[in-house]
């Protein structure tokens, strides 16, 4: 149990153009999903934070309007990174918690964006 | 400030060793502490978790870590390293009701 899944996998954007990221939870409902953005090299570092049916809340310097993040159901919330550029071209992972985890994240297994 | 704390970037361990990496954290209440490990191009694969009860925790692969209040450490320990082990490390924290955050990480090589 406690699967998350993201989609696309992998995906190659030309500068400029927008790109949606799915992350699901396939077998419980997540209250509270979380966007994470790694670097090469680096660790995991948190965009947003996202409640089912409110707006997500952005850590500073995350850009709102430029990773704009929906959390539509108990089981889907997704990442759209408008615009994107070169520099957003990262590993990014989500995690979804359900009450009754003792707080505990069950994450997915990332998706590589690269933009050219 | 809070933080968690990861001392070794990288450590180099012969394989059929012991192997110990660090983490501290910083926060004025105890925290709910995991270990996380990742291959390269991978999502993160949870090794072991701490939330209360036995400060000695067991996890997979033959993994273990040891909560130690007094010196708010979560060291993360394997009594012999396999070539399969080598990885990136992470250590993180949760507090109650808020996110996770994690270490700056610890990349293990293993030498045969």
């Known amino acids: 149990g406690a699967v998350v899944s993201q989609h696309p996998s992998w995906v190659i954007c030309k500068s400029g153009t927008s790109v949606k990221i799915e992350c699901r939870s396939l077998?419980?409902?997540?209250?509270?999903m979380f966007w994470y953005r790694q670097f090469p090299k680096q660790s995991l570092m948190l965009m947003a934070t996202s409640n089912e049916g409110s707006k997500a809340t952005y850590e500073q310097g995350v850009e709102k309007d430029k990773f704009l993040i929906n959390h539509a159901s108990l089981t889907l919330s997704t990442l759209t990174v408008t615009s994107a550029h070169p520099e957003d071209s990262s590993f990014y992972i989500c995690?979804?918690?359900?009450?009754?985890?003792?707080?505990?994240?069950?994450f997915g297994p990332g998706t590589r964006l690269t933009v050219l | 400030a809070q933080s968690v704390t990861q001392p070794d970037i990288h450590i180099t361990v012969s394989e059929g060793a012991s192997l110990e990496l660090r983490c501290n954290y910083s926060y004025g209440a105890t925290p709910y502490l995991f270990w996380y490990v990742q291959s390269p191009g991978q999502g993160l694969q949870l090794l072991l978790k701490y939330f209360s009860g036995d400060t000695l925790v067991q996890g997979i692969k033959g993994f273990e870590a040891e909560f130690k209040r007094s010196q708010s450490s979560f060291n993360l320990r394997k009594p012999s390293v396999h070539w399969s082990d080598a990885a990136e490390y992470f250590c993180?924290?949760?507090?109650?009701?808020?996110?996770?955050?994690f270490g700056a990480g610890t990349r293990l090589t293993v030498k045969p």
């Open positions: 993180a924290v949760v507090l109650t009701g808020n996110d996770m955050r």
């Open positions: 077998d419980f409902q997540a209250t509270t």
């Open positions: 995690s979804a918690r359900s009450w009754g985890a003792y707080n505990e994240q069950f």
